[in-house]
């Protein structure tokens, strides 16, 4: 059982954030570190090879400046090896550059499983992952809460809003998990240790032959303006004088809710 | 953002370090903070902390890979460093890490045999062991035991009292110094005793001011006997394996004294900017503003200090003059930042429950712990050529 997992290198939410005056794009200069909801991702793929008994987890991440202190902490965790992109021109890319370029990265490794987060912390798109399957040829799954491999198929419980499907599909696939599939290790010291002598392949788009108006990798979006959110409104206070529940049924009536 | 623990020598913040205090923070929030206030009052950390703990290998940092050991002292220091800037608290830390106390003689010997017995299980979280020296009648000379070891052929008859013995009411074992062969420094000798030993017993739980969750025990030994094969090292060589070792201990009560002060800074500054007098928050205070300066200077000049003077004893450039510079550094600083912590909380930092409360109490020990100021001055004085 080999699996990739798609791991995104974010600035560290706890840390102030900002917006390039000119391009509107994250500015991403200090440090990055593993998005939170990756780290879902690589343990459910650490434990299903653990079960597997034999295969490797491979992370996969397109970054900026040969970024890897995320990688790395995925590393720590056990995952066997990484691949990264980085490359100038993907400055800025939106959700299907992005996307081109991680399935092309994938392809350059073997796997039976594609695993990624639902959606990223700093980006929110949550599209990434099924374009990936589309441009791979895979089958995917969505908001799995619960992964299983048996033989040949994925057994997925798969959030909805009403309760859970339970999804069979065949391998190899790509499935998006949520953040509680399984509860994600702290590295060891050992295992941060040995991370460090790790290998992580670096390819540029050149690399994955993703050059020119063919690949169409580069950023194709531009971000015209930006709005601040508006605040939002203070709530309506009910005062309960003995005619609290009328007052809240009304209110109620009024929003079409009864 | 910075985090409290933020290292200022570059050595210390390594991706690999970085990391690793990632790792602690997580196991503190996870595993310790929800627990700590149970524990202060059990006056005791519960054994499966450790196993957590030694799954995580935060137990291995600073020993040799051929014992089980990862990383260097430093990554020990940043493992202390993290856990007490994290909260986890002083008197866990030093419950939690109290084999380093009480394995570096035994791995330093290369004896097998116990490396195997007690070193590897205390590594990985399944032992707790603890060291003897102190001695009711006095800790600060240790030339001047009187806990004695007779040679009986086959085995070791050991008689005496030990006291303020951390984890020695939980340990398996104890490293205990003894005399040997008769007074004075080349009479003194390690051998590790079993407390399932007969005739070993903890004969009282101290009731301390601070540190209350790490327990800490007055022990006695009637006749115990030991196996021969638990003496470490080589004969009469006790006082001078405790002396090398010291200087471990007082680098580790160093980071205790400047984390703790940067727990206490990070504490007071929330304090200040949230709590308001005339309508105002008290950081808007001059008097409370310049406190909260001066005790970031402070704390600043330990935590540099410190781990300059541990990378260089690391890297073997300085030695214990420098030590005990650091030590003292760091206890004074502390001393000062977490009095005036307290002061910056008013009444609330009066009341038991409150961190700093605790913070408070946990710092009095560091300046007696691990050798005393006091004694700290006269390994500088010495080295001064003073004496
Ligand atoms: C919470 C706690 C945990 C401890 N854990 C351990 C442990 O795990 N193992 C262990 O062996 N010990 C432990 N100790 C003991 C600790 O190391 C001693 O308390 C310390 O060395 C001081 O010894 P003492 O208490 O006997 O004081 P004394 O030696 O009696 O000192 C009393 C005072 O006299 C001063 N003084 C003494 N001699 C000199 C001198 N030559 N020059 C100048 N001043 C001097 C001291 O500085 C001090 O102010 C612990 C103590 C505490 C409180």
């Not at chain 1, 791979?136 to 198929?153: M, N, T, Y």
């Not at chain 2, 002292?73 to 909260?87: C, F, Q, R």
């Amino acid at each position: 059982m080999n699996i990739a997992v798609c791991v995104k290198q974010i600035p560290d939410p706890a840390a102030p954030w900002s917006l390039d005056p000119s391009t509107h794009n994250l500015v991403r200069e200090g440090k990055l570190i593993l998005d939170d909801s990756d780290a879902y991702g690589v343990e459910m793929a650490l434990q299903l090879v653990d079960k597997a008994g034999a295969g490797e987890v491979t992370l996969v991440s397109m970054a900026p400046r040969n970024e890897t202190s995320g990688l790395r902490t995925g590393l720590a965790m056990g995952a066997a090896k990484a691949i990264l992109v980085t490359d100038d021109q993907l400055a800025g890319s939106d959700a299907l550059s992005t996307a081109k370029v991680l399935a092309a990265a994938i392809a350059t490794t073997e796997f039976d499983l594609v695993i990624a987060a639902t959606e990223s912390t700093d980006g929110y798109t949550g599209t990434t992952p099924v374009q990936i399957a589309e441009l791979l040829g895979l089958p995917s799954v969505s908001f799995a809460k619960k992964v299983e491999i048996d033989g040949s198929v994925v057994k997925v419980d798969r959030q909805t809003e009403a309760g859970y499907d339970e999804v069979i599909c065949p391998l190899p696939a790509l499935v998006t998990v949520t953040a509680g599939v399984v509860e994600p290790r702290y590295p060891s010291f050992k295992g941060i240790m040995s991370a460090k002598s790790k290998p992580v392949v670096t390819l540029s788009l050149a690399d994955l032959g993703l050059v020119g108006a063919a690949g169409g990798a580069v950023a194709g979006q531009e971000i015209v303006s930006v709005q601040k959110a508006e605040a939002r409104q203070a709530g309506v206070i009910v005062e309960d004088d003995g005619t609290g529940a009328q007052q809240l049924v009304e209110y109620l009536e009024q929003l079409k809710f009864v | 953002m910075e985090s409290s623990g933020a290292d200022k020598c570059a050595d210390w913040a390594s991706p690999e370090r970085v990391e690793l205090r990632r790792t602690v923070r997580g196991f503190t929030e996870r595993y310790v903070l929800p627990n700590l206030d149970e524990w202060e009052k059990d006056g005791e950390v519960p054994r499966n902390v450790h196993r957590v703990a030694g799954k995580l290998g935060l137990l291995a940092a600073g020993f040799p890979e051929n014992v089980g050991g990862v990383g260097d002292m430093i990554d020990n220091l940043v493992i202390t460093d993290e856990l007490i800037s994290a909260g986890a608290s002083s008197g866990f830390a030093a419950a939690l890490l109290t084999h380093h106390i009480a394995l570096p003689h035994i791995v330093a010997s290369g004896d097998e045999y116990l490396i195997e017995r007690y070193v590897l299980p205390s590594i990985s979280g399944e032992m707790i062991g603890c060291l003897g020296v102190t001695e009711p009648t006095g800790g600060s000379d240790v030339a001047g035991l009187a806990t004695k070891a007779e040679d009986h052929g086959d085995h070791w008859l050991i008689n005496g009292s030990k006291t303020y013995i951390t984890s020695g009411a939980r340990a398996d074992f104890i490293v205990v110094a003894a005399s040997t062969d008769g007074a004075g420094h080349a009479g003194v000798s390690l051998i590790v005793v079993d407390t399932s030993s007969a005739g070993f017993s903890v004969t009282r739980r101290l009731e301390k001011m601070g540190w209350a969750c790490s327990d800490t025990a007055e022990i006695t030994l009637v006749d115990v006997e030991v196996p021969k094969a638990n003496l470490v090292g080589e004969r009469g060589t006790g006082f001078y394996q405790i002396m090398r070792n010291f200087d471990g201990e007082r680098l580790g009560l160093a980071v205790h004294g400047y984390a703790l002060a940067s727990r206490g800074l990070e504490l007071a500054v929330e304090w200040a900017r949230t709590r308001r007098s005339s309508g105002a928050p008290l950081t808007s205070l001059q008097t409370i503003r310049h406190k909260l300066a001066e005790m970031a200077r402070q704390t600043e000049v330990a935590r540099v200090f410190t781990q300059k003077v541990a990378t260089d004893f690391a890297a073997g450039r300085v030695g214990s003059k420098e030590v005990a510079m650091a030590k003292n550094t760091s206890v004074y600083a502390c001393d000062y930042v977490v009095d005036q912590a307290l002061q910056i909380h008013g009444g609330l930092g009066y009341m038991k429950g409150s961190e700093v409360e605790r913070i408070y109490r946990d710092a009095r020990i560091l300046g007696i712990g691990g050798g005393t100021n006091e004694i700290m001055n006269e390994i500088i004085a010495k080295r001064m050529a003073l004496v």
